[in-house]
């Protein structure tokens, strides 16, 4: 059975500087891994999609790789600010069961950026 | 565009209480999704549906039931509430389903309190 990992749990910066979060998955056999953002007793928003076939992704300040033989991806926040604080959500997509099942979440990791 | 929309935000049962919660999506995606998030665990699928009409158990079936008459719509019921269902329930939607590309999107989330 597919199991996400997220390191740290919890995480409290200065403002401004880079940060890395990790993730880690216990079956290779994926369509995607998405990073997702989640503020408090808010939805779930989507930061970024890395296909299998993909190494890396980018977005802003945001940038999300994926190391699929090793099970490993990172996401490196550049330039840090209080609004990033939030929760960073790992997710994969397995392609057992034919990949409809849905994503496998991991428990995130808590980011507080202090001003 | 909406999005993905939950309808109620909030809601308090008494066990043994049934209920059902909406969802609507405005994206004419075929992929429907129910997941439920617990303090300390990742979310979880419950269950999803792959097309209008069609409905397939996730990780944590037991206790829910679902519908899906329509294609914007999928319906999440609880028949006979129990205080293990104390949680909070996301919807998410997809264009494409299981291929590497596919991003889903996610509603805002219902918060259920079962007394």
């Known amino acids: 059975k597919q199991e996400v990992t997220q390191i740290p749990a919890a995480l409290s910066v200065p403002e401004g500087e880079n940060l890395v979060l990790n993730c880690s998955f216990t079956d290779s056999a994926i369509y995607n891994l998405q990073w997702f953002r989640q503020d408090p007793g808010k939805g779930l928003t989507s930061l970024l999609l890395?296909?299998?076939?993909?190494r890396e992704q980018t977005s802003g300040r945001l940038n999300a790789s994926l190391d699929k033989s090793s099970g490993r991806s990172t996401l490196y926040i550049a330039a840090s600010q209080p609004g990033d604080s939030a929760t960073y959500l790992c997710a994969v997509r397995p392609t057992s069961g034919g990949g409809a099942d849905g994503l496998t979440f991991g428990k995130g990791t808590h980011l507080i950026i202090q001003p | 565009n909406a999005g993905v929309t939950q309808t109620p935000k909030f809601r308090v049962l008494k066990t043994g209480q049934s209920m059902t919660l909406l969802c609507a999506q405005d994206?004419?995606?075929?992929?429907m999704y129910w997941y439920r998030q617990d303090p300390g665990m990742g979310l979880r699928l419950i269950h999803y549906?792959?097309?209008?009409?069609?409905?397939a158990k996730g990780e944590v079936p037991d206790g829910y039931n679902v519908s899906r008459l329509k294609k914007q719509n999928f319906l999440l019921g609880l028949e006979s509430a129990a205080p293990s269902q104390t949680s909070v329930y996301f919807c998410a939607s997809s264009e494409n389903g299981p291929i590497e590309g596919d991003t889903q999107y996610f509603g805002p989330g219902t918060r259920l309190t079962v007394l």
């Open positions: 890395i296909q299998s076939s993909q």
């Open positions: 549906s792959v097309g209008e009409g069609t409905t």
């Open positions: 994206m004419n995606h075929e992929y």
